[in-house]
């Protein structure tokens, strides 16, 4: 049999022949099919060595960090655990082989049907790209995963991932923390793949027995008696982030049976309504209150006042809470900034979804300063970023200036060792002079940053604890270095003369490791994630006074409307007037960026769905403050339910409330 035109002899056999014949009697056949067969060991073989150095850049990281990923305990176990993870790595480059074998069948079956071979091959560029293109992005994905894991405490699936995008977090933000190791070990994979390019058979056989031997030395690893934790230190990112953004938006959510739409009596039992959001229309005449709100990041009132008791670290924030009005039980509604600053602005709930409602440019619902008439210059300056997980669209579209760590109109900053923010007297030194430019009346906030994590050093007139490498010495001394910008701001306030309403918050708590796998402060939603303090000094209105029920952000708009005399409709908000005295709420909600929703009743019964692992966990916090003697849901079926309820009525009425507004 002739070939036919264009195709090679040994196609043109192929056509005539069966398959295994062809193989069996060939020897050019037979190179063809090792070589192909090489070429995917050469990719397995590629992934085997970039899995074992990326482990090994990993364990390194593990035992060399201060907060690793999780809290997870590099010292618990021996090298021999750690090295056994190598036993997954080999599974992981099966896969690859496995995968690169098949992307080899196409070819064999083109082969096999009756088409005519080109008369050229193919460029090599051309043959080794989509091998290239694989191996870029197994590694992308895993340096990502990794980097968020040590950065924010948290898997980077498809949840994650809408939570960021929708938070306006961007390629910006990851550039700023991407540093060489990052980028190494993006492009890893394809050196070991380039150098296994041997040109002769005989090398690519010995190449290919060299990695066969490191993978059955790996796998002749004993087993240990206790294993490293794997979950949720993945071996192979890339696998799971494809199956999460495969799977996880159509996975069905849990306690769906408890997704019901509350009727009118539930509501009351729930302590809610409809928000309508109407601010108040009539004017109040000129010369009016001035506001100064102090929002600080991450200062959790166990650590600002032990006990509620004196405070060692904060005296310039005692004094002024001795002379206001102090909310000693106060928590914030969720454990991220963005939830907990819209809750403060706007006194509603944040919507319990992992999609930051709060953080949606369009976003046109009646802010703090908006309640106020009468006021004439509204603006926030912060010495960190406003580029994500902030409210920003909401305060733009309310007509507030915003000035971050970008545009603070200094001549000159100081050096700053933080990521993602100034000096933080840098921020208050643009504060003071924006608060000297404001046309009174004002309202004008200040958002800190020097107690985020890394809780970078700023001195040693500021260093009230002295072990530097210890994270939660090196935050109590930011707190000293907030303590004195504090009082800057006192003293420039009461310099202007003018009568003025202060009000003073912690957007969140922090987390150092009171429970396994907790630290910074958005991934839990234990106490120490979400325990905070407030105050409101207004002199000559407000009389020192303590409020020990549990209150929330939602709560302070309403309050201060009470102390400045502004008639407001209740039910515009969510929140409490509790200067007033009304009693406690039935519940008090909580959403944590981890997708935990948790319901605390008067008597302290805490109730914690986890919408991520579909679990549900109870503490009682009147006997159990520190939440380590978990208790059965079972007995809390009716909080249970309402907890659901919750979850199902809180998006609604937000999107409900933002097509009245418009």
Partial sequence: MQPALGERPLFAELRATKLAVWLASDPTARRLALRRLLAAFRFGGAILLYALAARAWLVHELRSVEVTPFMYDSTCCRLVELAHWGREDVQFAAHGLALAVAATLPGAVLAWSRRPYPRRPPPPWL??????????????????????????????????????????????????????????????????????????????LLQSGALVALAAAILAIPEPGLHAPREPLRINPAAFVLNSLAHDRERPRPFSELEVEPSPDDLKALGLWVPSGRAPAAAIGPGSTDVVVVILESVGRRYAFPGNGPSPLMPMLQALRDEGVYFSNHLSPSNSSANSLFSFFTGLYPAPSRTVFATQPGLRIPVFHQYLPWIRDAFLVTAGRLSSYFPRGLLTNAQM???????????????????????????????????????????????????HYPYNDHGPEYRVRPNLDDPLQRYENNLRLLDTQIGRIIEAVRARSRRTLLVVLGDHGEAFGQHQGNAKHSRQSYQENIETFALLHLPGTLAPRVIAQRTLH?????????????????????????????????????????????????????????????????????????????????????????????????????????????
């Fill in 554 to 662: 939602i709560d302070l708009l309403p309050s201060a409307l009470t102390a400045l005399g502004v008639p407001f409709d209740a039910t515009a908000v969510q929140g409490q007037d509790v200067l007033q005295g009304t009693g406690e709420r039935p519940y008090s909600f909580i959403y944590g960026n981890e997708d935990t929703l948790s319901s605390i009743t008067p008597d302290g019964i805490k109730l914690m769905l986890s919408y991520a692992k579909g679990t549900c966990r109870v503490f009682d916090l009147s006997r159990d403050p520190d939440e380590q003697l978990r208790v059965s849901c079972a007995g809390y079926r009716e909080q249970m339910r309402h907890t659901g309820m919750f979850h199902a009525f809180q998006p609604a009425a937000l999107r409900r409330l933002i097509r009245d507004t418009q």
């Fill in 401 to 451: 200036e915003l000035r971050d760590r970008y545009n603070l109109g200094l001549d000159e900053l100081r050096p700053s060792s933080a990521l993602w923010a100034a000096d933080e007297r840098d921020g208050v030194d643009a504060f003071l002079a924006r608060l000297q430019r404001a046309e009174a009346p004002f309202f004008g906030v200040y958002y800190s940053y020097a107690a």
């Fill in 127 to 204: 043959v080794h790209l989509p091998a290239i293109v694989a191996l870029l992005f197994i590694a992308f994905a895993q340096a990502l995963y990794y980097k968020v894991g040590f950065v924010m405490h948290a898997q980077l699936d498809y949840a994650l991932i809408s939570e960021a995008l929708q938070s306006g977090f961007g390629g910006e933000d990851i550039g700023e923390h991407l540093d060489w190791t990052d980028v190494a070990l993006v492009i890893a994979p394809v050196v070991p793949y380039l150098a296994l390019c041997a040109e002769s058979l005989r090398g690519r």
